[in-house]
């Protein structure tokens, strides 16, 4: 009987369980939105003025600290704090620009592919095989090359890296939707493939990709994370996680807070972002929401 009660009673502890998925892994996630868009009023000096006599000294808690100066300085005597503050707002910005266009691009590649199935989506899928063999640095090298090295340049060359993954899905989804009957009943009814694809199938899709989006912007911290490392991505002075990570890598020894507080940021703002997904996902698919009933 108590066993009995205790599966049906779910429905209330649940509600209240999901918010909190929700709520504690964004707070991360927030206190990062917050302080890229709060930059110039929180960070407390310029990311981009050095002092060469203040050159790498620790955070505020160890001796031989600069007053004013919390996690210490670089090897330019720039603020780590400021820099991380002000690399929150690139990343951040390059992060959702990139997966806003290559979802929207993705989806609707998805969308048309699925619906239409045949040469279209032959096409649509080799494609996608081809790009999935191809490296992602070699391709990355290839285009900043010739276009050169900016954040536009940077932001289309991550969401080319970003759509395929959502062309794939929705393709999947469409594939089985576009047989269901409320939409051979709109077709009965004489409506045209846009309505169908936007009216009707695009609502039933729409938690999936947003749940992959939050996904790729994780992942796509950690790509221009790497590029910006590489020297491919971001450019000095403009300040970014990766790049302090690369003029880092030489002082890892003898100043272990120049790497530690940016590889910091971008593991927390990651982890972040993805148990986020993870609980929208669950919020959000009905097979779950059903499972946990």
């Known amino acids: 009987m108590s066993r009995a009660l ?3 009673a779910p429905a209330p502890a649940r509600a209240r369980r999901v918010p909190w998925a929700l709520v504690l892994p964004a707070v991360p996630v927030a206190v990062a939105l917050v302080a890229a868009l709060a930059a110039p ?107 050169g090295p900016s954040i536009p340049v940077l932001v289309v060359m991550l969401a080319i890296g970003a759509w395929v993954g959502h062309a794939r899905i929705v393709r999947g989804l469409v594939l089985s939707l576009r047989e269901r009957d409320y939409v051979q009943a709109a077709l009965a009814l004489g409506a045209g493939t846009p309505r169908i694809l936007f009216r009707h199938l695009l609502p039933e899709i729409l938690s999936v990709i947003v749940v992959l989006a939050t996904f790729d912007v994780g992942r796509i911290i ?13 450019q000095p002075p403009t300040p970014s996680w990766g790049s302090d990570l690369r003029d880092a890598a030489v002082y890892v020894r003898q100043a272990w807070w120049t790497a530690t507080f940016p590889g910091l940021a971008i593991m927390v703002a990651v982890l972040g972002l993805n148990l986020v997904g993870d609980a929208l996902r669950d919020a959000l698919d009905p097979r779950i929401r059903r499972m946990t009933r």
């Open 6 to 8: 205790a599966l049906e």
């Open 41 to 147: 009023w929180v960070a407390p000096a310029s990311p981009t003025a050095g002092d060469l006599a203040t050159r790498l000294k620790p955070p505020a808690w160890q001796e031989a600290a600069v007053a004013g100066r919390l996690l210490g300085t670089d090897l330019l005597g720039r603020d780590v704090l400021s820099r991380l503050i002000w690399g929150a707002r690139v990343s951040l910005l390059i992060a959702v620009a990139a997966t806003v266009l290559g979802a929207t691009v993705g989806s609707l590649i998805g969308l048309v592919s699925g619906y239409h199935r045949g040469r279209v989506d032959s096409v649509v899928t080799k494609l996608v095989d081809i790009q999935l063999a191809f490296p992602f640095v070699l391709l990355a090298i290839a285009v900043i090359a010739v276009a």
């Open 222 to 234: 950690i790509l221009e994370s790497t590029l910006s490392f590489l020297g491919l991505g971001v």
